[in-house]
């Protein structure tokens, strides 16, 4: 087993896989001025972003839930593996031939440490059933499917679709020839192991390589070709595997993210055809579910690429057939609408043709059209409600009012509810004021409900508990960016993000001109490894005084000092950063100052007279040195 990863290489790493463009595979990131990007955190909902990211220095932070780190780091926590894993995945992106040590203590290989191995596993399995698609006699019903449906070999290539081989062990015995193990050709779900062997998992099918947002090949979508496949499901997906999970993937996604984020736009389609159809007639936004419902982690994906939030509103298009299921389909995405910031909209072709049908039938501006003629969801699902009442009886009237002030008072943007409120009166026929008295009414009763339901939990809580006892009071350490403490992270931003401006004097400061531990635990480790002046350059720098605090909470904002702005409208240069390191020794002495005077007023000057005398001398060398440091303050306008 291979021993560590030497340094060396790890710090290639982090040189050469650029933070901004890791992150940005996974979120839109938009410029937030001075070298810093912003973004949607992908650690936590948010609906303002709060998520930095500073490539000169290699690091990101969120100011929402204090995640950071640099792109190891990222790829630690946004993938959920080990240390080692995230240098290996980084590696074989970014094209490093890792160099393992051969002593020391081992690395523990889990599932997560194949990524690198089963992404390459997938690739030649992609260019396997390509060659396939083209060059096998056998697969001549994939190449008239796609024909029949509108595809020509370009859009074929374009997309990858692919034909995997009937014989059941063609991809298999070629993997293997490409230097895979068994292990790893289960683990990537390309290959089953049955009560014979090993086997191909996909036979006789055309396949769609689902890729993620960095254009990796993870999984594949597999449809049916042949009447006597003995699997009768007409499509087949690629099972749960350390690099694949169907809840949050979206098919299409690496060729749609870059429109997505341009054009504030998503559309989600149902399939893969349907996503190609709307990428050749021109929507390029257009993303599918592999295999599962749209759920909360697809939003969550899509939102993070729409840069969705409160300020820069985009939209969701949802294409649903016309039928019921499609009808189903949509009122569960409604019921999923408050994921989004975003406006929701419901794109339903009147004949009930899907947007690959669509685009057969009528061409490629009927697809356009389609988009172009969108609904908002709510009012789409509005009409479903009131189609299931009779309108021309009174009682059924009233059924249909009550069913649909339901869905009103859920309507996520509240500003709207009167708009919509006075709609639901026109559809029906009746008073707005009686209308609106039944919207009122059902929100009251929503809250009634939802205010029983955390009593009960409460309520739960306490008798599982057998007692009830007061809540201890917490201790918590306040903020380190509380402005009591705003001259000391602005002297620590400085020093972390521009080291050579602070240079040895930085070295005058100690533990007393520190007042939060946070902060003085990271000057101090800054001094441990040599102090500003011997920084090494860009993010090795902040990397090395985050490793040199070692597990102190302190590390939990090192992140946020190499990324957070400076609060100053230029450049910063020698002059500011030193006024800086003024102001922070003089705040030092205006404290030693108070403890002085307060020690003074206790001393009886004539029983005492030496040490009153002493210590005196030494209050009026302290408000000099005050008055010194005051100036230099003020010379550097900080």
């Not at 929507?283 to 599962?292: D, N």
Request: aromatic share 8%; proline share 4%; with cysteine.
């Amino acid at each position: 087993m291979a021993g560590r990863i030497k340094e060396e290489d790890i710090a290639l790493v982090r040189e050469r896989a650029r933070i901004d463009d890791v992150v940005g595979s996974y979120v839109t990131l938009k410029n937030a001025g001075g070298g810093n990007l912003k973004g949607l955190c992908p650690f936590h909902d948010e609906k303002s972003p709060s998520f930095n990211v500073t490539p000169s220095r290699g690091f990101f932070y969120c100011f929402g839930c204090q995640e950071g780190g640099d792109v190891i780091d990222f790829i630690q926590k946004v993938d959920q593996i080990t240390f080692s894993e995230a240098v290996e995945t980084l590696a074989a992106k970014v094209g490093i031939q890792l160099r393992y040590e051969d002593s020391g203590a081992p690395v523990q290989r889990g599932p997560g440490n194949q990524r690198p191995r089963l992404v390459e596993a997938h690739k030649v399995a992609a260019e396997f059933f390509v060659d396939n698609l083209f060059g096998a006699a056998e697969a001549s019903i994939g190449r008239q499917f796609l024909d029949k449906r509108g595809f020509d070999k370009d859009a074929a290539v374009q997309f990858g679709v692919g034909f995997s081989p009937r014989g059941g062990e063609a991809l298999t015995s070629h993997l293997r020839g490409r230097g895979f193990t068994n292990a790893e050709l289960v683990a990537s779900g390309l290959v089953a192991d049955g009560q014979r062997g090993l086997y191909d998992r996909f036979r006789g099918r055309l396949m769609w390589p689902i890729r993620d947002a960095s254009s990796d090949v993870i999984g594949f979508g597999a449809r049916r070709l042949f009447d006597d496949d003995r699997i009768e499901a007409k499509y087949l997906n690629t099972p749960e595997t350390p690099i694949y999970k169907k809840s949050k993937v979206l098919y299409g996604v690496d060729l749609a993210r870059r429109e997505i984020a341009k054009g504030r736009q998503a559309v989600v389609v149902e399939g893969y055809t349907d996503v190609m159809a709307c990428h050749l007639a021109g929507v390029q936004t257009a993303v599918a579910t592999c295999g599962t419902s749209f759920g909360d982690d697809h939003a969550r994906v899509l939102r993070q690429l729409l840069l969705d939030h409160d300020q820069f509103r985009g939209e969701v298009i949802f294409t649903f057939d016309g039928d019921a299921a499609g009808q189903r389909a949509a009122v569960k995405a409604f019921e999923g609408d408050q994921a989004f910031a975003a406006q929701t909209y419901v794109a339903v072709e009147p004949d009930g043709l899907d947007p690959c049908d669509l685009r057969l039938q009528k061409g490629d501006a009927a697809v356009r059209e389609l988009i172009g003629r969108r609904v908002p969801l709510y009012r789409f699902v509005l009409g479903n409600v009131l189609s299931k009442y009779d309108l021309d009886r009174a009682d059924t009237r009233i059924d249909a009012l009550r069913d649909a002030a339901r869905l009103v008072i859920s309507i996520r943007d509240r500003s709207k509810v009167d708009a919509f409120t006075r709609e639901l009166a026109g559809h029906l026929g009746m008073d707005e004021d009686q209308v609106r008295s039944e919207v009122y009414k059902a929100a009251s009763r929503q809250n009634s409900t939802s205010g029983q339901a955390h009593g009960q939990a409460q309520a739960h809580t306490a008798h599982a508990a057998g007692t009830v006892e007061p809540a201890r009071p917490r201790v918590d350490i306040p903020s380190p960016r509380d402005q009591r403490f705003v001259i000391e992270w602005d002297v620590l931003k400085v020093a972390m993000q521009h080291p050579s401006l602070v240079g040895v004097a930085f070295d005058e400061l100690d533990d007393h001109d520190f007042t939060h531990p946070w902060l003085g635990a990271i000057r101090a480790a800054m001094a441990k490894i040599g102090g500003p002046s011997a920084a090494p350059p860009g993010e090795a720098w902040v990397v090395a005084v985050r490793d040199a605090i070692g597990n102190d909470p302190a590390t939990a904002v090192v992140g946020a000092l190499a990324v957070d702005p400076l609060r100053l409208g230029r450049e910063p240069d020698e002059p500011y950063a030193l006024a800086l390191l003024a102001r922070l020794q003089e705040l030092t002495c205006a404290r030693r100052i108070q403890d002085l005077k307060s020690k003074l007023q206790r001393t009886n000057p004539i029983e005492r007279a030496d040490e009153y005398n002493r210590m005196f001398g030494e209050l009026i060398a302290l408000e000099a040195y005050k008055s010194e440091l005051r100036n230099r303050a003020i010379s550097g306008a900080i």
